[in-house]
Nanobody, 127 residues
Framework: QLQLVESGGGLVQPGGSLRVSCAAS????????IGWFRQAPGKEREGISC????????YYADSVKGRFTISRDNAKNTVYLQMNSLEPEDTAVYYC????????????????????WGQGTQVTVSS
């Protein structure tokens, strides 16, 4: 059974950094495309980054480009999202999701059916 568990969320001051993790069990992450999404109260879910299975190509939404970095540790079967220069607008519940189809782009991140989702981790950016 495919399972994803996010961790690492918390409270951070504006300008600070946080790293959230997405640990997988039941499958090998390097054969799946992993997407990171977030949803703030009263807003639609936003796809912010992904890393493709296979070649590990990545994509970032404009809202996080240059501040966030996605990476994959195959030995730990974990995908990370390093978040720097955090802003209050980054406050949201962050989710990771897995899909067996390779490829990563704005269209693929926001129009594919990610079959497996984690439970989410809260990130709050506030002074």
């Amino acid at each position: 059974q495919l399972q994803l568990v996010e961790s690492g969320g918390g409270l951070v001051q504006p300008g600070g950094s946080l790293r959230v993790s997405c640990a997988a069990s039941g499958f090998s992450l390097d054969y799946y495309t992993i997407g990171w999404f977030r949803q703030a109260p009263g807003k639609e879910r936003e796809g912010i980054s992904c890393i493709s299975g296979g070649d590990g190509s990545t994509y970032y939404a404009d809202s996080v480009k240059g501040r966030f970095t996605i990476s994959r540790d195959n030995a730990k079967n974990t995908v990370y999202l390093q978040m720097n220069s955090l802003e209050p607008e980054d406050t949201a519940v962050y989710y990771c999701a897995a899909d067996s189809i390779y490829g990563c782009s704005d269209y693929l991140l926001n129009n594919r059916d990610f079959g497996s989702w984690g439970q989410g981790t809260q990130v709050t950016v506030s002074s």
